[in-house]
């Protein structure tokens, strides 16, 4: 079985972390049954760029068992676990992924993916799609559809779509609601301030901290932080973003003048440049910084080396550059995703939520692949609410049902007051 990975003598130790996993995904627990009863992907090839982590094993085994052939690499070369890794490959995972790897050997993992000839491509960040569209288009026509599972990917191929370049259907799972309402927003707060302790051990309590972009996942941890006891302040450019955290309670500034008054710095906005020169120049002594969205260009690391007269790695995933007028800037997980190169990423009992989005997001495109267009879905209502009803089932919680009178109600434009 042809796989690469960091070591497979690991994968007893990766294989203890699934279980764990599987033991808090109670959802994707259901509907791996229900796959292996009915094998919806029997035939087919599912290709996935995905963060490696143990939640992910189950996803990917939960599509393996519906019958699918399964290929794997990572959607980052600081996110990869590399136990879970060698687990997966033993479970007979096409899988090519490691920390640590170069750009050149990224896409070398995700062409090895590609080579495997995907009915359906699973994404977080758009680079498989992205890849077929600009170099293997000759894959385009065995194509079902893809998938999307992050807020970047998404703006991208949203993109892609106005200017009519995307040659195959997407479904966007980042925008379903149990989605991005629980995993973009506690999923991100809580791992995003995990990798920050994790690689500094800093107490947020009366630290001023700055959190750029106040998105779904830009709320999410300056909540957390807040609950630490951190004073927040938020810079924004949407005007609605702005003035909804001026509303919860936080300073709202540009970054030019948050850089002289933050203590630990958190970008999260999917786009570029957020954090550059002219920011580090005003920061403290001592300044943290870190980013939360899926690529490594929100922060400036180009221009802080520029600005540094030296560097060394102080801590795990934390390196100390000493400007030219001696102040310190401390830079977690080299400017990548802290909370899954820092930390472990999302908790299993969130990423239960996500991961089912796209298992019935997959089983969906199978049945209905033929009428979709070259355009970018939103996962259907009636997956969304059976996943929302399944996951209060495993919680042990009931709620109410309306009545005939009043569904008919709800409906009606003849009853008024």
Same mark, same amino acid.
Request: hydrophobic residues 35%; positive net charge.
């Given at each position: 079985?042809?796989?690469?990975?960091?070591?497979?003598?690991?994968?007893?130790?990766?294989?203890?972390?699934?279980?764990?996993?599987?033991?808090?995904?109670?959802?994707?627990?259901?509907?791996?049954?229900?796959?292996?009863?009915?094998?919806?992907?029997?035939?087919?090839?599912?290709?996935?760029?995905?963060?490696?982590?143990?939640?992910?094993?189950?996803?990917?085994?939960?599509?393996?068992?519906?019958?699918?052939?399964?290929?794997?690499?990572?959607?980052?070369?600081?996110?990869?676990?590399?136990?879970?890794?060698?687990?997966?490959?033993?479970?007979?995972?096409?899988?090519?992924?490691?920390?640590?790897?170069?750009?050149?050997?990224?896409?070398?993992?995700?062409?090895?993916?590609?080579?495997?000839?995907?009915?359906?491509?699973?994404?977080?960040?758009?680079?498989?799609?992205?890849?077929?569209?600009?170099?293997?288009?000759?894959?385009?026509?065995?194509?079902?559809?893809?998938?999307?599972?992050?807020?970047?990917?998404?703006?991208?191929? *949203?993109? @892609?779509?106005?200017?009519? &370049?995307? #040659?195959?259907?997407? /479904?966007? $799972?980042?925008? =379903?609601?149990?989605?991005?309402?629980?995993?973009?927003?506690?999923?991100?707060?809580?791992?995003?301030?995990?990798?920050?302790?994790?690689?500094?051990?800093?107490?947020?309590?009366?630290?001023?901290?700055?959190?750029?972009?106040?998105?779904?996942?830009?709320?999410?941890?300056?909540?957390?932080?807040?609950?630490?006891?951190?004073?927040?302040?938020?810079?924004?450019?949407?005007?609605?973003?702005?003035?909804?955290?001026?509303?919860?309670?936080? *300073?709202? @500034?540009?970054?030019?003048? &948050?850089? #002289?008054?933050?203590? /630990?710095? $958190?970008?999260? =906005?999917?786009?570029?440049?957020?954090?550059?020169?002219?920011?580090?120049?005003?920061?403290?002594?001592?300044?943290?910084?870190?980013?939360?969205?899926?690529?490594?260009?929100?922060?400036?690391?180009?221009?802080?080396?520029?600005?540094?007269?030296?560097?060394?790695?102080?801590?795990?995933?934390?390196?100390?550059?000493?400007?030219?007028?001696?102040?310190?800037?401390?830079?977690?997980?080299?400017?990548?995703?802290?909370?899954?190169?820092?930390?472990?990423?999302?908790?299993?009992?969130?990423?239960?939520?996500?991961?089912?989005?796209?298992?019935?997001?997959?089983?969906?495109?199978?049945?209905?692949?033929?009428?979709?267009?070259?355009?970018?879905?939103?996962?259907?209502?009636?997956?969304?609410?059976?996943?929302?009803?399944?996951?209060?089932?495993?919680?042990?919680?009931?709620?109410?049902?309306?009545?005939?009178?009043?569904?008919?109600?709800?409906?009606?434009?003849?009853?008024?007051?």
């Amino acid at each position: 079985m042809d796989y690469k990975v960091k070591d497979i003598k690991l994968a007893k130790q990766g294989k203890l972390k699934i279980e764990w996993a599987e033991d808090h995904m109670p959802v994707l627990m259901k509907i791996r049954e229900e796959f292996k009863k009915k094998k919806p992907f029997k035939g087919l090839n599912i290709g996935c760029c995905l963060h490696v982590t143990k939640e992910t094993a189950v996803l990917v085994k939960i599509l393996k068992a519906g019958g699918a052939k399964v290929g794997l690499c990572q959607s980052n070369p600081l996110s990869t676990q590399d136990d879970v890794a060698a687990a997966l490959a033993e479970e007979g995972i096409h899988i090519y992924a490691w920390r640590g790897c170069n750009n050149k050997e990224y896409y070398w993992c995700l062409n090895k993916v590609l080579d495997l000839k995907p009915t359906i491509t699973v994404d977080d960040g758009a680079d498989l799609i992205s890849t077929i569209h600009s170099g293997r288009q000759e894959l385009i026509d065995d194509v079902y559809a893809g998938q999307e599972e992050t807020t970047t990917g998404v703006i991208r191929l *949203r993109a @892609m779509e106005k200017d009519g &370049a995307l #040659k195959y259907p997407i /479904i966007a $799972v980042n925008d =379903t609601p149990t989605k991005h309402l629980f995993d973009n927003y506690y999923g991100t707060g809580q791992s995003t301030i995990d990798g920050i302790l994790r690689s500094t051990n800093i107490m947020f309590a009366g630290k001023t901290f700055v959190m750029a972009g106040y998105g779904d996942c830009g709320g999410g941890i300056a909540e957390r932080a807040k609950g630490m006891g951190a004073n927040v302040i938020v810079t924004e450019v949407s005007p609605v973003r702005a003035l909804k955290a001026a509303m919860d309670g936080y *300073r709202v @500034m540009t970054m030019e003048e &948050a850089a #002289k008054l933050g203590d /630990i710095f $958190v970008t999260s =906005t999917g786009d570029r440049d957020i954090i550059t020169k002219k920011h580090f120049k005003l920061m403290k002594n001592g300044a943290i910084v870190a980013n939360s969205g899926h690529f490594n260009v929100e922060v400036d690391v180009k221009g802080l080396e520029e600005l540094a007269k030296y560097k060394k790695e102080i801590r795990n995933n934390t390196v100390e550059y000493t400007l030219k007028n001696g102040k310190k800037i401390y830079l977690l997980s080299e400017g990548r995703l802290v909370n899954l190169a820092g930390a472990e990423g999302h908790p299993c009992n969130v990423m239960d939520m996500s991961f089912a989005n796209h298992a019935l997001s997959a089983d969906y495109v199978v049945k209905n692949h033929k009428k979709l267009e070259n355009k970018v879905y939103v996962v259907p209502e009636e997956i969304d609410k059976r996943i929302a009803r399944l996951k209060l089932g495993t919680m042990g919680i009931e709620i109410d049902k309306l009545t005939k009178k009043q569904e008919k109600y709800l409906n009606s434009w003849q009853e008024g007051t």
